[in-house]
């Protein structure tokens, strides 16, 4: 990978790890409920999750969903219902104190959250399909996985640090509960691009079908 790659693919990670979306919106809301602190295994989960998924796409996974493309279908449709049930957990929680709201997200479910986030999967389908060059091979592929990793984290902390910085105004039951409401309204929201993705179904194919096949699978070709 050239030096004007690189750089461009940093400008990538940046651009759509930084942006709203399902992982930023819940990390906002992770902070203003329980602090950066406590959100910490939170952001690193989306971060290995994150590298771990373009890891996968590049070594051939993406070539499993062309030949199956029903596969892809059933994630977008689970990743939707989990989202709204993550929506209606943020939009119920009413205290910054209550013991009775749920926990932050773990290292894992941050991590296994990639699998049904549509967005994530835009952002590992476009890592491998425009950054990684003609001919280079599948080796070039822990370069894209690390560098994702090591740019994505730092936006991440931001949007929950972000969040911690709101706790201060939102020491009134009442105000809490009306940015948890927008929070859970602005994550549903970002369900958009998923449904509307499922009555294009030939723009995730065409994605998938440039992701290179698995050295085993190119071989036997």
Not at 26 to 39: H, P
Not at 130 to 151: D, K, N
């Amino acid at each position: 990978m050239t030096p004007e790659l690189l750089l461009a693919y940093v400008l990538f990670c940046f651009a759509t790890a930084g942006t709203p979306g399902p992982n930023n919106m819940m990390l906002l809301a992770s902070g203003a409920n329980f602090g950066l602190r406590r959100t910490v295994l939170h952001i690193l989960g989306i971060s290995c999750g994150l590298g771990f998924m373009v890891l996968c796409m590049g070594l051939g996974l993406g070539g499993v969903f062309r030949t199956y493309p029903v596969l892809h279908e059933i994630l977008r449709w689970v990743g939707a219902a989990y989202m709204l049930w993550l929506a209606w957990k943020i939009g119920t929680s009413s205290s910054v104190s209550d013991k009775s709201l749920a926990k932050p997200m773990t290292f894992l479910q941050a991590a296994a959250f990639q699998w049904v986030n549509p967005k994530a999967w835009a952002m590992a389908l476009g890592a491998v399909t425009t950054y990684a060059p003609e001919g280079s091979g599948w080796t070039i592929v822990p370069l894209l996985a690390g560098t994702f990793m090591l740019v994505g984290a730092p936006c991440s902390a931001a949007w929950a640090g972000f969040g911690q910085g709101l706790r201060p105004f939102l020491d009134k039951p009442a105000v809490l509960r009306t940015f948890n409401v927008v929070m859970a309204v602005l994550l549903v929201v970002s369900l958009y691009p998923l449904v509307f993705e499922h009555r294009k179904p030939n723009l995730s194919l065409e994605a998938l079908a440039s992701v290179p096949a698995p050295p085993a699978m190119q071989s036997r070709g």
